[in-house]
Every structure is written in structure tokens, then in C-alpha cells.
């Protein structure tokens, strides 16, 4: 059984916890670009999507590859024209996000939960 003490433990740290995925989530939602942006972004999608064929959705897009991130599923693109965030989307990825002030691994596990989260909602 828990003393008061560990209970008050847990506690806090199930509410810095809560904050600080709220906070995450507001961050990954503000960061989302809109369909028209262009330039350099991270293009993330499905985790376990094979690589050939997250390529060919860039290619598709129209995105010039930049650099694949850590993880196979997050990929860095560039193309100067407009609209490159929403063909992206339309072809596959889960969400297209600039400059985030967090490693790339963290962006994508919530960018994917938010895109999932998102399906959701009516």
C-alpha cells in the first residue's frame, strides 16, 4: 500500500505529466502548416510506412528530398512551389510541420497522434 507521501509523488507527477502532453499537443497543432506552404518541412508519416514508399509520395508531391530524419517515417523536403504541405498530405503524409523547437523523433510520434486524433473528430 502507498504511503500519503508516495501518493502526492505520484500525483504531481501524473499532473506534469498531463501538462506537458497538453503542451504538446498545442505545440504540434500550431506547427502544422496549411496546405498552401511551400519551402523546407518535415514530412511525416505512417510509422512502418516501407521507405520506397514514402519516396515515391515525395516524388509524387513534387518535394525535392533533403534528408531522411532518424526515423524512416520522417523525412526532411523542400520545393519552392506553393501548396507542397497539401500534396503531401494528399499523398499520404500524416502532416507536414516547419522548424520545431524539439528533435525530430518527439515531432513525429505527435504529429502522428495528432493526425490520428484529428481522423477522429467529426
Excluded at 41 to 53: I, K
Excluded at 57 to 86: C, D, H, K, Q, Y
Amino acid at each position: 500500500m502507498a504511503t500519503p507521501g508516495h501518493r502526492l509523488a505520484l500525483l504531481l507527477f501524473a499532473a506534469v505529466l498531463a501538462i506537458w502532453l497538453g503542451g504538446m499537443a498545442v505545440l504540434m497543432r500550431q506547427s502544422a502548416l496549411p496546405p498552401a506552404a511551400s519551402g523546407t518541412m518535415l514530412a511525416v508519416f505512417e510509422p512502418g510506412t516501407p521507405e520506397d514508399e514514402i519516396f515515391a509520395s515525395l516524388t509524387r508531391a513534387g518535394a525535392r528530398v533533403v534528408r531522411r530524419s532518424g526515423l524512416g517515417f520522417i523525412w526532411v523536403v523542400a520545393s519552392e512551389e506553393p501548396g507542397l504541405a497539401g500534396r503531401l498530405t494528399r499523398e499520404g503524409a500524416v502532416g507536414a510541420y516547419r522548424n520545431l523547437p524539439i528533435s525530430t523523433a518527439i515531432a513525429g510520434c505527435f504529429a502522428y497522434a495528432d493526425a490520428k486524433a484529428q481522423r477522429l473528430m467529426p
